[in-house]
């Protein structure tokens, strides 16, 4: 077996491996990346296939105008296009979706006052003991009606539902979010910045982890090889970290057994639909409902070029329940729930194309992004911290200190790991 000498490995060619790898390689420091997948980006995976503009498979959005990715994008000669999702809401209580802000008043308050009242959380909203967002809804006087609400519009965006997410993790949140409430898409797509950030980083594809010994430096061994440095950053899901996909040896410390045990990965599967013309308003930034593909979206919004592409996005129950059919029958079943949405019938012979991406099923992945569930908000922390000077954490689950389950929050969580090796780089010298 060959042996290779590195100063830091970072298992993990997603946003935060980048992100960690380029701050230590421009800090003068001999850095590789091990990647399992044959691409970068992890959650991140853009194709070019599906239409003539890129389509978003994984993460879509910039959440926030100050966000760490929008920094990136024109450092990087890339451009974005806001979409406001709320502002151009299509809402439908069974039958066809109409404008909330225009024609449903009532609803759309309701949303508000959701949104005010998750906005608004506090220690006082948790004085009695962590609990879900649910349950602090019910404490806040809002029906099942509005719950099942919140449960479409603010816990299926968390990849969780509104039972389990815990509240003081979202006030923690709230604390530490810097990154302002607008969004934007990548006009060029994700791909494009990932391969900038990239850029002359010794990098090694098709080369998955499975076993790290740690201590004094590190021992890092893929099926063919064994890499050996002073320090390791981990950035891969903490699903697969639960899963012992990789075998540390020492075992890893009782809090990081503890935050893993207590943070939950749910499913998280996009279907993406190509029409032969636009079935839909040209304002729609957000189609959402009830039912079970309650979210959906229009890549193609702000391009004068873009095709007719609809796709849904759907987490948690919703997504395992539309995983548990083939993908023809889940195809089916968002094409027959997108029709009642949009007032057309049959709209199958008019389809071109149609895919669903299921995160769960990908064994890379495991599901969408980690979300805190009452009880547990210490989790992202302990998550993140370092085992001794050597072996350090960066990745979405571990952004204790801004946005998780973001790719801003994985680029700032690399950056925060590699700084953290640095310390203590310099503390050797
Ligand atoms: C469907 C979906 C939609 C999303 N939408 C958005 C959005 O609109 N906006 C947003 O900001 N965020 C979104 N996210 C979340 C965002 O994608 C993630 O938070 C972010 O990309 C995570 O980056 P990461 O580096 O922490 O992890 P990852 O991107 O998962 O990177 C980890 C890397 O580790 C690799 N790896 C795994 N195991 C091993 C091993 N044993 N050895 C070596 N390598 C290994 C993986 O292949 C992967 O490349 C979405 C996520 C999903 C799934």
Redesign the pocket.
Known sequence: MDTTTWDVIV???????LAAARLLQDAGLNVCI????DRI????WTTNDFADFPIEL??????GERAATYGLISEAGLHAVEVDRKGGLFWSDGGKAIPCRQSCYETCFLIDKLFNAQRHLDDQSVAGGDRSLADYLRGSGFDRRALEIADVLLAQTCCASVETLSCADLIREIRVDHAGTREFRILEGYAPLLNWMAESLPLMLN????KITWGDGVRVQTESHTYEAQQCIV???AA?LQQN??RFDPALSANKQHALAALRTEA?T?LIYRFDTSYWDGAMTLLAHMGTVARWWTPAYGRPDGQPIISS?VTASRARAVDALSEPHALALGLRELERLLGVHNLEPHLIHARRVA?AADP??LG??THVPPGAADARLLLAASEGDTLFFA??ATAYDTNP??????IESGWRAARECLATVRTHG
């Open positions: 298992v993990g060619a997603g946003a935060a491996g091990l990647e399992a997948r980006g992890g959650r991140i994984g993460a879509e959005f910039i959440h080369s998955p982890v499975h950035t891969v899901p697969l996909t990789i998280a996009k996005y995160w890379y992945a969408g992004y990745g979405e389950q973001t790719v801003h929050g994985a």
